[in-house]
């Protein structure tokens, strides 16, 4: 099971962190995606649990940065620099699979999600 927490308001410019604690199976990979109202689904960030391998989308690269704790089994997204348009609900996703670079950003590849939780950013 994947349970993000730590969402909420925030005013443009500031920061924000949202965790994702996993439990009841091992992951290999573990992203975050992100649904705004009106638009699709999109990645933000996604690593895999062992070694280096990370991905960030464009649109947060230098704004966010996804890390991980392994001994509580949580992951981890810092946002910072937001924006309205990083209004959205935030989303875990999770993979058993250990996912190659370029499948990081793939929705389709994660089979595990977790229920999401809404970030607001205002102007």
């Known amino acids: 099971q994947l349970q993000a927490s730590g969402g909420g308001s925030v005013q443009a410019g500031g920061t924000l962190r949202v965790s994702c604690a996993a439990s009841?199976?091992?992951?290999?990979?573990m992203g975050w995606f992100r649904q705004a109202p009106g638009r699709e689904r999109e990645f933000v960030a996604a690593?895999?649990?062992?070694?280096?391998?990370?991905r960030v989308a464009d649109a947060v690269r230098g704004r966010f940065s996804i890390s991980r704790d392994r001994a509580k089994n949580t992951l981890y997204l810092q946002m910072s620099s937001l924006n309205p348009d990083d209004t959205a609900v935030y989303f875990c996703?999770?993979?058993?699979?250990?996912?190659?670079?370029?499948?990081?950003?793939?929705?389709?590849?994660?089979?595990?999600w977790g229920p999401g939780t809404l970030v607001t950013v205002s102007s």
């Open positions: 996703a999770a993979s058993q699979a250990s996912l190659i670079f370029s499948s990081l950003g793939s929705a389709e590849q994660y089979d595990y």
């Open positions: 690593l895999r649990w062992s070694g280096s391998t990370t």
């Open positions: 009841g199976r091992t992951f290999n990979t």
